[in-house]
T-cell receptor
Framework: AQSVTQPDIHITVSEGASLELRCNYS??????LFWYVQSPGQGLQLLLK??????LVQGIKGFEAEFKRSQSSFNLRKPSVHWSDAAEYFC??????????FGTGTRLKVLA | DAGVIQSPRHEVTEMGQEVTLRCKPI?????LFWYRQTMMRGLELLIY????????DSGMPEDRFSAKMPNASFSTLKIQPSEPRDSAVYFC????????????FGPGTRLTVL
C-alpha cells in the first residue's frame, strides 16, 4: 500500500542551527512530492514540490528538499533555522491521482 | 489572488445541531477537496469534486455528512446532526488540474461540538 512516513514526531533545534526533516514514501513509481507547513491555527502552506527534473528543489522561506529515488526519500532541509519556523511540517505524496497521501507530520520547536 | 476562503473560521455548536461549513476555491480551479484534521487520524480526505461534480465521497464518515458544490466558486460541507466526535479542523483545498498541479489549502474551520 502507498504510504508516507515521517519518522520524527517532534524535533527541537536551536535558532541558527541547521534542520533536516525526514520523509520516506512507499510507491511503485516516482510520485509527485510536496512539503507543506502549518503554523498554529493556520492552514497548510506549500513550501516546495517535486514533479520531475533536478532532484534538489528550492522552496520558500529558505527551505530546500532533495529527492533520492534509491532511498525513496524526500527530506526537507534548512541551513539556519529562525524562530518563526516553529510549526508543523507535512510531507505529502501525489501518486498521480487526486488522493494526496500525507505523513503524520513533524512538529518543530525552535529554541532561542 | 485571495487564495481559498473558508467560513466560519471557528464554529462552536451543541450536539444535534446542524453545521454548515463554506468554501470558496481559487478562481479558475477545477477541483475542490474537503479534508478533516484530527490529532488521532491526521489529515483525511472526505470528498473530492471535479468541475462541480462529486467524484469520490468514500471518505465521508457517515450519512450525517453531506457536501455540495452548486457552482465553480462555492462549496458547502454540512453535518446534520453533529456529534462531539465531529470536532476537528476542516480544510478545503483546490487545484487547477488534478494529477499535475498543487493543492492549495484554505485556513480551515475549527469545529467544536459540545
Amino acid at each position: 500500500a502507498q504510504s508516507v512516513t515521517q519518522p520524527d514526531i517532534h524535533i527541537t533545534v536551536s535558532e541558527g542551527a541547521s534542520l533536516e526533516l525526514r520523509c520516506n514514501y512507499s510507491y511503485g513509481a516516482t510520485p509527485y512530492l510536496f512539503w507543506y507547513v502549518q503554523s498554529p491555527g493556520q492552514g497548510l502552506q506549500l513550501l516546495l514540490k517535486y514533479f520531475s527534473g533536478d532532484t534538489l528543489v528550492q522552496g520558500i522561506k529558505g527551505f530546500e528538499a532533495e529527492f533520492k529515488r534509491s532511498q525513496s526519500s524526500f527530506n526537507l532541509r534548512k541551513p539556519s533555522v529562525h524562530w518563526s519556523d516553529a510549526a508543523e511540517y507535512f510531507c505529502a505524496v501525489d501518486p498521480g491521482t487526486y488522493k494526496y497521501i500525507f505523513g503524520t507530520g513533524t512538529r518543530l520547536k525552535v529554541l532561542a | 489572488d485571495a487564495g481559498v476562503i473558508q467560513s466560519p473560521r471557528h464554529e462552536v455548536t451543541e450536539m444535534g445541531q446542524e453545521v454548515t461549513l463554506r468554501c470558496k476555491p481559487i478562481s479558475g480551479h477545477n477541483s475542490l477537496f474537503w479534508y478533516r484534521q484530527t490529532m488521532m487520524r491526521g489529515l483525511e480526505l472526505l470528498i473530492y469534486f471535479n468541475n462541480n461534480v462529486p467524484i469520490d465521497d468514500s471518505g465521508m464518515p457517515e450519512d450525517r455528512f453531506s457536501a455540495k458544490m452548486p457552482n465553480a466558486s462555492f462549496s458547502t460541507l454540512k453535518i446534520q446532526p453533529s456529534e462531539p466526535r465531529d470536532s476537528a479542523v476542516y480544510f478545503c483545498a483546490s487545484t487547477l488540474a488534478v494529477g499535475t498541479d498543487t493543492q492549495y489549502f484554505g485556513p480551515g474551520t475549527r469545529l467544536t461540538v459540545l
